[in-house]
């Protein structure tokens, strides 16, 4: 195994908040939520009651409490030991494979606005341009956390902040212009329609939050994680409420439901507001930025979840080859095994007939998975409350033990809800067999969560029980 580097990184709250803004903002999950209108404004707000601001609050005491590197690892080993850390950790990092075509769509669908709004359902187009980001933001990413902390604070400006301002704008211009609402407003238009095949997209919505625990694998490298940490998650929290629900609204309020795109309705809307206010040229440049973006948004996704495994080979319930780093305490060969799992679920879109439906399977793919990683961080925060109540914690989830079981409860509670609906197929989208459909996601969320499964039970089995401070051969 390679030495760490001798030179500390020391990251700001500004650099650590953007951490958390790139690893949630992006311009593409507008769409996701401008389906439902003006009953988004309720589906947010509950949202980020029962799961924004619950994992906020997990995230910034278990980060402060527990700062050494590995993250949600250290988190949940620190609570029911390092098997079922692994679990979690493998979760973040199997989640990526799936997940990570669908940013790429994404950004080579923003791209393609570039040269030729066609290319946007061109899927040679799409798949060679995902490959070109997606090993171009990897090889980026070997270079250590300062790098990817740059992309993020930077890219995330760029590509995904000042985009959301101008889908603001130009939506407020557009209207003001005499233009019609996509979406009227009235009383009833508030008031979600109650319907489990239609709200089977709340499935995907904790994607829409997903990333808070980033601070938490970078917590050693800030001055004072006391401090630091919720500072950095309260700031990134405001950017990424302001940016999801303005961003979201205007979305519906110009585009037509039923020609909002999953993967391109963002440039969608961008090209027809600016053909109309007749400044058309805006559209390549803004794409251009947008595509960036998405490479800030896939940054740290593609670093923290692999140094979080990397923590969990080192104290020797994984392979010992996982913690092997380079000289910038990367773990190589977790970059490249998550690089080739990601470009072979790339490959899917060569071969489904549906872009959007595709688009679907696999962000639903990622919700399930990741939702059991959550469950086991809400219920670590609450048992290391129990178990090491003496620990000194910089911050606390307010209200003591009531205040500690309200928001983890309420975070169990969203997680098991969501992912119920993640095996009911949305009625917005045209998903075939409801049990091919179910059968498919199950077998993807099986063979994606079970290697640290396995891997524990060949270790039991040969009689080699990994124990801290050894590695397992």
């Not at 993250?71 to 493998?90: H, K, M, N, Q, S």
């Amino acid at each position: 195994m390679s030495a760490p580097p001798t030179r500390a990184v020391r990251l700001g709250v500004f650099a650590i908040a953007m951490i958390n803004v790139a690893a949630i903002v992006s311009a593409r999950n507008l769409p996701v939520m401008a389906v439902y209108g003006w009953s988004m404004l309720i589906l947010f707000a509950l949202s980020i009651l029962v799961f924004l601001v619950p994992i906020s609050m997990a995230a910034a005491e278990l980060g402060t409490a527990w700062p050494e590197e590995g993250g949600i690892y250290a988190w949940v080993r620190e609570a029911f030991g390092g098997r079922t850390g692994f679990l979690a950790v493998w979760c973040d990092y199997a989640e990526n494979v799936a997940w990570f075509p669908t940013v790429l769509s994404f950004m080579a669908a923003s791209l393609a606005y570039v040269f030729d709004p066609a290319l946007a359902s061109n899927k040679v187009f799409l798949v060679v341009v995902m490959m070109v980001f997606f090993w171009g933001t990897t090889l980026a990413n070997l270079r250590g956390v300062q790098a990817s902390s740059a992309i993020g604070s930077i890219g995330t400006i760029l590509g995904s902040i000042l985009p959301a301002v101008l889908v603001v704008m130009l939506g407020a211009i557009f209207l003001m212009q005499g233009n019609p609402s996509q979406i009227p407003f009235s009383t009833e238009a508030l008031l979600p329609d109650i319907n489990v095949h239609n709200l089977a997209f709340l499935g995907g919505i904790i994607l829409l939050f997903t990333g808070m625990e980033m601070a938490g694998f970078h917590a050693k490298e800030t001055h004072n994680p006391g401090r630091d940490i919720p500072r950095a998650i309260a700031l990134a929290v405001v950017i990424i409420v302001l940016f999801s629900v303005l961003g979201s609204l205007f979305v519906a309020l110009v585009l037509p439901a039923k020609e909002i795109s999953l993967v391109s309705g963002t440039m969608e809307l961008f090209q027809d507001v600016l053909d109309t206010l007749g400044i058309g040229w805006l559209l390549r440049p803004l794409a251009l930025l947008i595509a960036l973006g998405g490479i800030a948004h896939l940054s740290p996704w593609i670093l923290g979840p692999a140094r979080g495994l990397g923590a969990v080979a080192r104290d020797g319930y994984a392979p010992a080859r996982m913690a092997r780093v380079n000289d910038r305490d990367v773990p190589v060969l977790l970059l490249v095994a998550q690089g080739v799992g990601g470009s072979l679920f790339a490959l899917l879109f060569l071969f489904v007939p549906n872009v959007s439906t595709s688009y679907w399977m696999l962000s639903a793919v990622t919700a399930q998975i990741i939702v059991v990683m959550y469950g086991l961080m809400f219920a670590a925060v609450i048992r290391l409350r129990y178990t090491q109540p003496d620990r000194p914690r910089p911050y606390r989830i307010p209200g003591g033990k009531p205040g500690l079981w309200l928001a983890g409860g309420t975070g169990l509670a969203a997680c098991g809800f969501s992912f119920y609906l993640g095996f009911v197929p949305p009625s917005q989208l045209d998903t075939g067999s409801t049990v091919q459909y179910v059968l498919l996601l199950a077998a993807a969320v099986a063979a994606l969560s079970a290697p640290p499964l396995l891997y524990s039970a060949l270790a039991r089995r040969r009689g080699a029980r990994a124990r801290p401070g050894t590695l397992a051969q």
